[in-house]
Nanobody, 120 residues
Framework: VQLVESGGGSVEPGGSLRLSCAAA????????IHWVRQATGKGPEWVAS????????TYQDSVKGRFTISRDDANNTAYLQMSDLEPEDTAMYYC??????????????WGLGTQVTVST
């Protein structure tokens, strides 16, 4: 599993970012994809998931209505559109592939991450 995240950066509260996750080395379209974040000094936190056919999308309550997960199977890429960002969203963001219960236990299923910082 090879996953490379990009699109992070520093924004002010209320701003937007679009994270991308480029996948290689596995049959992307047959895998559920997830976004996980980890703030400094805290444990990993599941953010959002999209199933292999793209029809089921689930979100952590704190990001519902602000974040949108999507996927482009033709280009082996997943996205996380983040709007109305809050300082509490500051974290390293990782995409991950596979069953959610496995992803949350095995960091080998994650990419290297992209940093998102929300501050004035």
């Amino acid at each position: 599993v090879q996953l490379v995240e990009s699109g992070g950066g520093s924004v002010e509260p209320g701003g937007s970012l679009r994270l991308s996750c480029a996948a290689a080395g596995f049959p992307f379209k047959t895998y559920d994809i997830h976004w996980v974040r980890q703030a400094t000094g805290k444990g990993p936190e599941w953010v959002a998931s999209i199933n292999m056919n793209g029809y089921e999308r689930t979100y952590q309550d704190s990001v519902k209505g602000r974040f949108t997960i999507s996927r482009d199977d033709a280009n082996n890429t997943a996205y996380l559109q983040m709007s109305d960002l809050e300082p509490e969203d500051t974290a390293m963001y990782y995409c991950a592939a596979g069953a959610r219960v496995l992803v949350m236990r095995d960091r080998k299923l994650w990419g290297l991450g992209t940093q998102v910082t929300v501050s004035t």
